[in-house]
């Protein structure tokens, strides 16, 4: 065990990071775990000289018991699902999620499900992670996924604040594993990454370290579409480690850290012509500006679970995360083309904790319920050089002059749920609840939300859920800017209005209704439908030079669409096709409105217009085989287009992306067992673009990635 710890020492003082999961998903019929069963599984003690590999299994099922999906719709992730993509686990995390229903992708590596923006939550084994600032950096990898649950539609009561999608990661542990993989890639964009894992178990104690450095010429998508790209290296680190001890076969204590750092150049567009002018420079072209982003992720999760008798589950969680994001600019290339050079800092210190608890009152009702809190420390910093300009914002002087701003807010987040499982048959149970959360942030709200949510085994092929919920969704008070409109009132970088009401939290009513169906031994079908009716609906937009997401409402909302999954599966020939339609719609933004031009905000005063993100159809679709050593596999995507144009009246062009792999794995190689993969993305070298530069809140254009070809090798030991 020490000479793996120090092999992992000497990678990770190379690789101070990690990287982010994609797989194909599997749709799931919503089950509910039989409460007899569960007690049963349960209800013995261990005696003290069992496997601690046994002790470790009994504890997961009492702590995956904690949790309930009952009336939701879930997609379930495994380590197969990870192996069979083209890349395998070198697949970043949002490439992965993207195999699954209803997940649209955006320009800098953002996701939407379901017609929301973002708003998705992500839980390591249980536990809830705060959100990080939203940049282009990866802050999960794929690699440490043992399994992971993507979970939709109308949420039981323990689910809280981000609620599109709750992103359930359960971790490699090492409890199972023992020894190791150090792996390398390299490929177009001028590729390079090394990767590595450790992880083993004595006695009561298992670990799991994982670690990855990564540099290509392709860190966020390319503004021209063409095949490269002018200034857009990136270099990321990353790395992730579990560790837990049993304390006892009841009890076991688990730690969790984690770190991301990242940095980006700003791609740039050659070209342009400047704006405005700058004493003592006559020409500054486009193609040389030096703009660059840097992104650090920390986080770190200690908890506590276990059982207590036959019938209570328990987790106590405390959690600290620490984000940050520094866009700095090229301060003589972004007044001449901009008017404003701004180098903006925000960063965030979240701490929390967390309880939830299961208790089996009989065999027909489990009662859980829990606590979670978060307290936030946030610094926003703009220190920024423009111009003085007229009333029609034509530029006056060409000496910039310098306007700082420092901003501090502490945040406060509460929510408390309970809930019933009732089983009332062997074909019907029912999980009714509720949850209340308040905030103190930039605005304090608070709401009481009902929770209903039903299955029904309808035979034993089909399966029917349907469920009910009120959301209250805070704002991302880590992305609100905090920065006065007046003070950049009479120069170039001044705002299109003035109006500036501050950003509130989401409420919405929620309706889900889905059937899952085998239609033979190997092939299952699922239909799913759902309705969102919103009051002061969230949306981002990116507005300003500095690539930093700023929310704001549309006064009410409506989202509602409709997904299809087949997934079949037999001997090694695995295969899925995800269809998805959406609308997401609002009307008259209420807050934040000094980003918008006046003619924006008076049409969409009155008027339905479709959100930036809303694509209208998206479908996914993937195959594998094992033949041997040797897998072979391909995945698809296709979609409509995001909205363009004035207030979003317009639409991107139809696209679609084909990616295939090879892997096979030597076991008596003279290196000892090593695996190869050899990948293609975007086979046929399409052309697609994700953003033109035009629609609300929607910066410059963005391109899919171009034809790239990468050769992975994993040695294990």
Not at 380 to 401: M, Y
Not at 685 to 697: A, F, L
Request: net charge negative; hydrophobic share 35%.
């Amino acid at each position: 065990m020490n000479t793996r710890l120090l092999r992992l020492s000497a990678l990770i003082a190379l690789a101070y990071g990690f990287s982010i999961p994609a797989a194909y998903a599997q749709a799931v019929s919503p089950t509910t775990p039989d409460a007899a069963n569960t007690a049963a599984n349960t209800a013995t003690t261990p005696d003290v000289t069992l496997d601690p590999v046994v002790v470790n299994e009994r504890l997961d099922r009492a702590r995956n018991s904690i949790s309930v999906d009952t009336g939701s719709s879930v997609y379930h992730f495994g380590r197969k699902d990870i192996a069979a993509l083209p890349q395998g686990d070198n697949t970043s995390f949002n490439q992965f999620l993207l195999q699954a229903p209803g997940v649209t992708q955006d320009s800098f590596g953002q996701l939407h499900v379901r017609g929301d923006h973002a708003n998705l939550q992500y839980r390591l084994n249980g536990i809830l992670l705060p959100e990080s600032i939203s940049g282009f950096g990866q802050t999960l990898d794929t690699r440490f996924v043992d399994s992971m649950n993507l979970i939709t539609g109308a949420l039981p009561a323990q689910y809280g604040d981000r609620t599109a999608g709750i992103i359930d990661i359960h971790t490699k542990t090492g409890q199972v594993d023992n020894g190791g993989n150090i792996g390398v890639e390299v490929g177009s964009n001028n590729t390079r990454q090394v990767s590595g894992d450790v992880s083993g178990s004595h006695n009561g104690f298992s670990y799991y370290i994982n670690g990855s450095v990564d540099a290509n010429n392709l860190g966020i998508e390319n503004p021209t579409g063409a095949s490269s790209t002018l200034h857009d290296r990136t270099t990321q680190s990353k790395a992730f480690g579990y560790f837990s001890y049993l304390i006892d076969p009841d009890t076991r204590l688990s730690l969790i850290l984690a770190n991301a750092d990242s940095h980006f150049q700003i791609p740039n567009t050659p070209g342009k012509s400047p704006t405005f002018q700058l004493d003592g420079v006559t020409d500054f072209p486009s193609a040389n500006l030096n703009e660059n982003q840097n992104e650090t992720n920390r986080y770190g999760i200690l908890s506590l679970q276990g059982v207590i008798g036959d019938k209570i589950d328990y987790q106590l969680a405390a959690f600290s995360r620490y984000t940050k994001v520094q866009f700095v600019p090229d301060t003589i290339g972004d007044l001449m083309y901009t008017g404003v050079a701004s180098n903006v800092v925000r960063s965030g210190l979240a701490n929390g904790l967390q309880a939830d608890a299961g208790y089996r009152i009989n065999d027909t009702h489990t009662l859980r319920a829990g606590i979670a809190y978060t307290r936030e420390e946030l610094n926003n910093s703009n220190d920024s050089l423009t111009f003085t300009a007229d009333a029609d914002g034509n530029q006056l002087g060409t000496v910039p002059f310098a306007i700082n701003e420092q901003d501090q807010k502490t945040t406060n987040q509460v929510g408390i749920y309970l809930q019933d499982e009732w089983k009332l048959s062997d074909k019907l149970t029912v999980n009714y609840g509720a949850r209340f959360d308040w905030i103190n942030a930039y605005v304090t709200a608070s709401q009481f939300s009902p929770r209903l949510g039903l299955v029904y085994q309808i035979t034993p092929r089909t399966t029917l859920h349907t469920g009910y919920a009120r959301y209250f969704t805070p704002p991302p008070n880590e992305l609100i800017p905090g920065s006065t409109v007046a003070a950049f009132n009479g120069t170039t970088n001044a705002s299109p209005t003035s109006q500036n009401d501050p950003v509130r939290p989401e409420r919405s009513d929620y309706y889900d209704l889905g059937i899952s169906h085998r239609l033979t031994e190997n092939l299952t079908l699922g239909l799913d439908g759902y309705y969102k009716k919103v009051k002061d609906m969230l949306d981002e937009g990116q507005f300003g030079s500095a690539l930093i997401f700023t929310p704001f409402n549309y006064a009410e909302g409506k989202v509602y669409g409709a997904e299809l999954t087949l997934n079949y599966h037999k001997d090694d020939l695995g295969a899925y096709f995800n269809l998805a339609r959406a609308t997401s719609i609002g009307k008259n933004i209420v807050s934040s409105q000094f980003n918008f031009q006046q003619d924006e905000l008076n049409f969409i005063a009155n008027n339905w217009i479709y959100a930036d993100h809303n694509q209208t159809i998206t479908a996914s679709a993937g195959a594998s085989y094992q033949q041997g050593a040797t897998l072979y596999s391909a995945d698809a995507l296709l979609g409509t287009g995001l909205r363009s144009g004035f207030a979003n009246t317009d639409h991107l062009p139809t696209y679609t992306e084909f990616n295939v792999g090879v892997s096979h794995t030597f076991n008596d190689s003279f290196a000892g067992k090593v695996n190869v993969r050899l990948s293609v993305i975007n086979l046929f070298d399409k052309v697609y673009e994700i953003r033109d530069g035009s629609g609300v809140g929607v910066g410059q254009p963005q391109f899919g990635q171009r034809r790239g070809m990468y050769l992975a090798m994993t040695k294990s030991f």
